[in-house]
């Protein structure tokens, strides 16, 4: 039965048991994804694919994912055109 709130489980925000694996594997071997990323997309001898995957890889972490934009045409009024953009974090607020 529901009853509007979360009654048992983890926390809200506790990683589960396989993430916190890998982030202590991770660190134990001095591991730091992000880093990596950052000097493949730095290093001028990389191509330019690697290097353009991994800055936009590296930039989920910085700025909000853009939707397609959504085209709206009244019938009724045809010379009416409406464009809305949706960003990710806007979209994960109305969820």
Do not use: H
């Not at 709130?5 to 994804?33: H, M, Q, S, W, Y």
């Not at 001028?44 to 590296?58: D, H, I």
């Not at 974090?89 to 969820?95: E, K, N, P, V």
């Amino acid at each position: 039965m529901s009853l509007g709130f979360k009654t048992g489980g983890r926390v809200k925000g506790t990683p589960n048991k396989r993430t916190l694996e890998v982030k202590l594997l991770l660190e134990d071997i001095g591991c730091d994804p992000i880093e990596g990323m950052a000097r493949l997309a730095m290093d001028a001898r990389n191509t330019p694919e690697l290097r353009g995957k991994m800055y936009s890889e590296l930039a989920q972490y910085l700025y909000p994912k853009r939707r397609a934009t959504e085209l709206n045409i009244d019938d009724q009024n045809s010379g009416a055109l409406q464009v809305t953009w949706i960003s990710q974090s806007q979209s994960d607020l109305a969820s």
